[in-house]
């Protein structure tokens, strides 16, 4: 298993954040995510099924940062939480999206 790819997040308890928009990128040295107006550039190497990570951005448009992690369950589902430096920590469950191999 592992975390890489482009993640959903369908559900984030006590905020309400998991909007169409919101999904979770993971690359091989690091990625992206958006969470409503909370977004970032995720710094780390993302191997296996766990990472932890560090990321710069913007929360509804003022500069933010901090932290977090996420984890592959049997299910296939991905857990995890973004954290912000000086706020709150935001827990998310995300869903593999699927990906297309036909040409454009």
């Given at each position: 298993?592992?975390v890489?790819g482009?993640?959903r997040?369908?559900e ?6 998991a909007?169409a928009?919101?999904y979770?990128?993971?690359?091989a ?5 958006a ?5 970032g550039?995720?710094y ?6 766990a990472?932890?990570f560090?990321?710069?951005g ?10 977090g992690w ?8 991905l857990?995890?939480e973004?954290c ?7 827990p998310?469950?995300a869903?593999?999206?699927?990906t297309?191999s036909?040409?454009c």
């Amino acid at each position: 298993m592992s975390v890489r790819g482009k993640w959903r997040v369908v559900e984030t308890p006590d905020h309400d954040m998991a909007g169409a928009g919101s999904y979770i990128l993971f690359a091989a040295e690091g990625g992206e995510f958006a969470l409503d107006c909370l977004t970032g550039a995720i710094y780390g190497r993302c191997e296996g099924d766990a990472v932890e990570f560090t990321w710069d951005g913007s929360d509804e448009m003022e500069p933010a940062r901090g932290r977090g992690w996420a984890e592959e369950l049997a299910d296939g589902s991905l857990e995890g939480e973004i954290c912000l430096e000086g706020g709150d920590d935001i827990p998310f469950i995300a869903r593999r999206l699927a990906t297309s191999s036909t040409a454009c």
